[in-house]
């Protein structure tokens, strides 16, 4: 499904502090169109705005913030089984735009450690940059756009809602948190109610605590539901 004339104007009325940030938006929601697990032009906008926001409380730098997260999700592991393909993408694609080597490297350097990759994989080393799109791209995991992501995620990747024998997986390889068939439910365990102890910045684990708590809220009248108790 294409975007609308009203979702392609809403898009382009972003604020890039660069030309190059501007085209690099551009690419990604042209990319990323037609997405329906949560990983759509939305979700890199949303990000794209948290990271601005978490850049002006940390003092980052703001053009490099905005590259990382406007190329974030660009050939994503979860979709290409290949760790580094997005951060190559984006190192060519950056080149390609005439983008200082310098800058291509450390853009692409930070978005190769910014996805979560499972619960017990080691994270990459970010730079102040890169701290805070993950951040931001965490926080999206979150609150109520966070589970409405979960189970389009999961719908997408035809796992069940929610089965009491399906035990949580502690994923301690990407390989295996990338290929595991758990539950959409099993899925706030094994990540989003995690995330809130794994943020970098002040003001992300401060707009995370009312987002964390509304999952837990949420979880709780799915069980009550689930079993017929309310």
Not at 103 to 109: C, I, R
Request: hydrophobic share 40%; glycine share 6%; net charge negative.
């Amino acid at each position: 499904m294409g975007m609308t004339n009203a979702s392609v104007d809403q898009l382009s009325q972003v604020h890039a502090s660069t030309p190059l940030v501007q085209a690099a938006l551009d690419y990604a929601f042209q990319e990323l169109e037609g997405d329906v697990t949560g990983h759509d032009p939305y979700h890199v906008l949303r990000v794209y705005r948290m990271a601005q926001r978490l850049a002006k409380d940390e003092q980052a730098d703001l053009e490099t913030v905005e590259l990382i997260a406007a190329l974030h999700d660009i050939k994503d592991f979860k979709f290409t089984g290949d760790e580094m393909a997005g951060s190559r993408e984006a190192h060519r694609w950056l080149l390609e735009k005439g983008a200082d080597t310098d800058l291509a490297e450390l853009v692409a350097n930070n978005i190769a450690g910014i996805s979560f990759k499972g619960a017990g994989t080691p994270t990459k080393p970010l730079t102040l940059e890169g701290r805070c799109v993950q951040d931001a791209d965490r926080l999206d995991a979150l609150g109520a756009i966070g589970v409405a992501r979960c189970f389009a995620y999961g719908g997408a990747k035809d796992r069940p809602i929610h089965d009491p024998a399906t035990a949580t997986v502690h994923h301690t390889s990407t390989q295996q948190y990338l290929h595991h068939q758990g539950t959409s439910v099993n899925h706030f365990y094994e990540k989003l109610l995690l995330l809130k102890d794994r943020l970098n910045t002040r003001s992300a684990k401060e707009i995370a605590q009312g987002r964390h708590a509304f999952m837990e809220e949420y979880l709780r009248k799915f069980y009550e539901e689930w079993e017929a108790l309310a």
